[in-house]
Nanobody, 128 residues
Framework: QVQLVESGGGLVQAGGSLRLSCAASGRTFSSYAMAWFRQAPGKEREFVAAITWSGARAYYADSVKGRFTMSRDNAKNTAWLQMNSLKPEDTANYYC?????????????????????WGQGTQVTVSS
């Protein structure tokens, strides 16, 4: 199995940027597709972004498309979420997730139940 630890959250003004990191340990990082989800108080956990095991393709929720970028470096066992043009509605606890899967071209997992491993989360707060 793989262990995931997120970092990089914090308080930022609207329009600002943050970069979240997800450090993995345990089994071979490149065996896993990775994703970011977020959960605001009183709301369900929602998909933000996902990336294939190789990093060749990334997928985004419509709400973050064009503002967030997900990437990974398998040599560093790390995935990132670069968040630009942040809005107050981006405020949430952000979670890194992993699934041991190779997606067919154009497909990806976008529901929480499809991911086997989770980090503890990192809080992002965007002030208006």
């Amino acid at each position: 199995q793989v262990q995931l630890v997120e970092s990089g959250g914090g308080l930022v003004q609207a329009g600002g940027s943050l970069r979240l990191s997800c450090a993995a340990s345990g089994r071979t990082f490149s065996s896993y597709a990775m994703a970011w989800f977020r959960q605001a108080p009183g709301k369900e956990r929602e998909f933000v972004a996902a990336i294939t095991w190789s990093g060749a393709r990334a997928y985004y929720a419509d709400s973050v498309k064009g503002r967030f970028t997900m990437s990974r470096d398998n040599a560093k066992n790390t995935a990132w979420l670069q968040m630009n043009s942040l809005k107050p509605e981006d405020t949430a606890n952000y979670y890194c997730a992993a699934a041991e899967v190779v997606w067919k071209s154009g497909t990806y997992y976008h529901t929480a139940g499809e991911y086997e491993y989770w980090g503890q989360g990192t809080q992002v707060t965007v002030s208006s």
